[in-house]
């Protein structure tokens, strides 16, 4: 089973910022597209960012666009996604995923992490 893990989420307060990181196998991570998506306590799960297996392109929603970083690096396996400007609209537990497509649908990522807990305080 593809084991996708992030870490780095944590409390913060509103402005503070953050970086998470999520490891997964070569297997995968050299060829697929990699997004992060995430889910606030009665909300469905959204999409934030997903940048594409070779790492010229990226795409962001609109509520993150320009605070938000999303990088890879493809020796280390790992996707990484640099938040600042943290607003406390931002919390929600974050996910990590991986899809054999160029897509921002979450119905197109095959495989998952566990999610990671955001939380911004104003």
């Known amino acids: 089973q593809v084991m996708l893990v992030e870490s780095g989420g944590g409390l913060v307060q509103a402005g503070d910022s953050l970086r998470l990181s999520c490891a997964a196998p070569?297997?995968?991570?050299?060829?697929?597209?990699m997004g992060w998506f995430r889910q606030a306590p009665g909300k469905e799960r959204e999409f934030v960012a997903r940048i594409f297996w070779t790492g010229d392109s990226t795409v962001y929603a609109d509520s993150v666009e320009g605070r938000f970083t999303i990088s890879r690096d493809n020796v280390k396996n790992t996707v990484y996604l640099q938040m600042n400007s943290l607003k406390p609209e931002d919390t929600a537990v974050y996910f990590c995923a991986a899809a054999p497509i160029w897509s921002g649908s979450y119905s197109h990522y095959d495989y998952w992490g566990q999610g990671t807990q955001v939380t911004v305080s104003s």
């Open positions: 070569g297997s995968i991570f050299s060829s697929y597209t």
